[in-house]
């Protein structure tokens, strides 16, 4: 047998290290893209201890709760697949009956997400918010700050009421179309005034050398000179002109995105953890009267999220365009750029052409049901439900509302009958064309404003379901005891000053969702945080609320939020950018929230007295 000797051992170790190098990058690729693999089998073995050695109803409710919780921060499956994990080991672990925990999953909550998502979809089927986001930014102008402010606000209100996601990814292209149209306005304009300064230096100089002062040599090395510095100050004003409007995109972009998430906290069915919250009070204290609905949430929240909005403006006018009161607000006239950007918006608006009847219809249907919602229980007066139909108890909900205005949009056609074709019909001796013209079109009958294939496609069908995985774990973790022993187990916080828990936990709830969903932190969270509340005689509003809406600030990272990952798609902005800007909004956000909840908001709700409808009887199986 012959053996294979290496006559350069240097080298031979070296490929060796190679391989070796190569195999060990191969494994790591390969553990990388079976992760999800990986994590759904090894979690449930890591953490199988705790029911095995401790046999109790807390211990197997704990098991369920870290485990759904570790799925959803790994997202190794989709949320809504996770949310169905009650479903199956609540009921085989002895801690509820399967009928008990299916009900969770279609709640009164769930009912005012489904309705407020289908007000929502009949706006965007219709283009109402495009009509409504165009027509306000015609009325504020193109001046940077200006357009930042307009766009913000125009985004936040759109976000009260439609999805975060749908919001932004309509605004983002309006903005850059309007900043390519400025940019390209200055661009032009710069080449101009340059090619004009040559002119004018050219005549100049011929009538120089025409009254014999410089000769022709020198002057051809004067515009040798010239047009070097000119080429040379066009390239130094290209690049400070791309830099401004770099900045200027990013802005923009950023206050996009950020408006879409603060203005879905102002009202309840704006984004998921506030339904969330309403979800779970209604579940862990079912004689809270109601304590949480549209009117009270909005009065709450709605003052924190104008505050929050205007520092995010100063915030990001200071970041990326400085406060140049001239140059940001335009004092003095509108330049030919600004004129041409404006219109670009007003082109755009007038290819919606004229309110259809369908957009007036919806229009009139989102209005009727807003003024339902304030007027249902405003809290200083009886509300329209008390006097008719809650007199002993709540039969009629938000939910209700809800259902039965977006019912609505099923029932009325998207377009009225044409008269005139129904007259040519009708006649006897009238235009034959005409009438066979209208023949087709009066037979038909008009589609209603909305079908059940668009809301088929555009439903988030997986929020419903994870809202309805949050309400099983709330309910589990009541039936199991778990919440009375965490409740017991945070009783030495009653030592600590409230508002100081209160910024605790805040601080906690925004930095977690930033690598998690807001969903899923609200649903984690929300039910150990009443249960912390009732053990130290604590008002449990003190702390849910503000943690809610933490749970919406999450500006940071591109991958915290819908809206995030949007703007992030554009390509203008890096991480970093997005880092700095979201740290101090971060900060700012978790002061404001406490100092709203440590003013209007104990007034509104009574936060500094233990309320009633807090104390529960926990009953173990």
């Known amino acids: 047998m012959r053996t294979r000797v290496c006559l350069h051992e240097p080298d031979c170790l070296s490929d060796v290290g190679l391989i070796q190098v190569s195999t060990m990058g191969g494994c790591l690729k390969w553990l990388w893209a079976h992760r999800n693999y990986l994590i759904i089998f090894i979690i449930p073995l890591l953490i199988l201890p705790l029911p095995?050695?401790?046999?109790?109803p807390e211990a197997n409710c704990g098991f369920v709760i870290i485990l759904m919780s570790l799925y959803w921060c790994t997202e190794c499956m989709p949320l809504a697949v996770t949310a169905f994990l009650p479903v199956i080991l609540f009921p085989s672990m002895g801690i509820m009956v399967s009928e008990e925990v299916c009900v969770q999953y279609l709640k009164d909550s769930n009912m005012l997400f489904i309705g407020g998502l289908l007000v929502a979809i009949a706006v965007e089927s219709w283009e109402l918010h495009r009509r409504i986001a165009l027509r306000v930014l015609l009325l504020v102008g193109v001046r940077p700050a200006l357009l930042m402010m307009g766009f913000m606000g125009v985004t936040a209100f759109l976000s009260m009421w439609i999805s975060n996601t749908a919001s932004t990814a309509m605004m983002l292209p309006i903005a850059q179309a309007v900043l390519q149209q400025l940019s390209d306005t200055e661009a032009r304009a710069d080449e101009q005034e340059l090619?004009?300064?040559v002119h004018d230096n050219l005549a100049f100089q011929t009538d120089l050398v025409m009254d014999q002062k410089v000769s022709l040599q020198d002057l051809k090395k004067d515009e040798a000179m010239e047009t070097e510095v000119a080429d040379s100050f066009s390239e130094q004003k290209t690049r400070a002109r791309e830099e401004k409007y770099l900045q200027l995109s990013k802005g923009l972009s950023l206050s996009v995105c950020y408006a879409a998430s603060i203005g879905g906290t102002a009202t309840l069915t704006g984004t998921t953890p506030n339904l969330i919250l309403k979800g779970q009070v209604d579940e862990l204290f079912p004689d809270n009267k109601g304590v949480i609905n549209f009117a009270s949430w909005f009065g709450f929240a709605f003052p924190n999220m104008l505050c929050m909005l205007v520092f995010s403006w100063m915030w990001l006018q200071f970041m990326f365009l400085g406060f140049n009161l001239k140059r940001s607000f335009g004092c003095g006239s509108k330049n030919a750029g600004d004129r041409e950007a404006y219109q670009v918006m007003r082109a755009e608006y007038k290819k919606l052409g004229r309110m259809s009847f369908a957009e007036a219809a919806v229009l009139i249907i989102f209005i009727l049901l807003v003024l339902l919602w304030f007027t249902r229980e405003p809290g200083f007066i009886p509300g329209w439900a008390t006097v008719l139909f809650n007199m002993d108890k709540q039969y009629v909900t938000d939910g209700t509302v809800a259902i039965f205005m977006s019912t609505l949009f099923f029932i009325i056609p998207s377009r009225l009958?044409?008269?005139?074709?129904?007259?040519?019909?009708?006649a006897v001796?009238?235009?034959?064309?005409?009438?066979n013209g209208c023949e087709g079109e009066s037979m038909k009958a008009p589609p209603t404003l909305l079908n059940w294939q668009v809301v088929h496609e555009k439903m988030p069908w997986n929020i419903i379901l994870l809202l309805g995985g949050g309400f099983a774990l709330a309910r589990g973790s009541e039936k199991s005891g778990l919440s009375l022993w965490l409740g017991q187990s945070l009783a030495p916080l009653q030592q600590v000053?409230?508002?100081v828990i209160c910024l605790?936990?805040?601080?906690?709830v925004g930095t977690f969702t930033e690598c998690s969903s807001n969903s899923a932190t609200t649903t984690l969270f929300l039910p150990i945080l009443a249960s912390m509340a009732t053990a130290i005689h604590l008002n449990p509003l003190y702390v849910m609320l503000p943690c809610t809406i933490c749970a919406s600030m999450a500006f940071m990272l591109p991958v915290a939020t819908p809206p995030n990952a949007i703007a992030f798609s554009y390509g203008k902005l890096k991480v970093m950018d997005m880092a700095k800007a979201g740290l101090g909004l971060n900060v700012v956000g978790v002061v404001m929230i406490n100092i709203a909840i440590n003013t209007w908001g104990t007034a509104m709700f009574q936060l500094d007295v233990f309320p009633s409808w807090a104390n529960v009887t926990v009953t173990t199986p």
């Open 52 to 56: 095995l050695v401790i046999k109790t």
């Open 195 to 197: 090619n004009q300064s």
């Open 417 to 426: 009958p044409n008269a005139s074709c129904l007259r040519h019909s009708d």
């Open 429 to 435: 001796d009238g235009d034959e064309s005409s009438r």
């Open 497 to 499: 000053p409230p508002f």
């Open 504 to 508: 605790l936990l805040c601080l906690l």
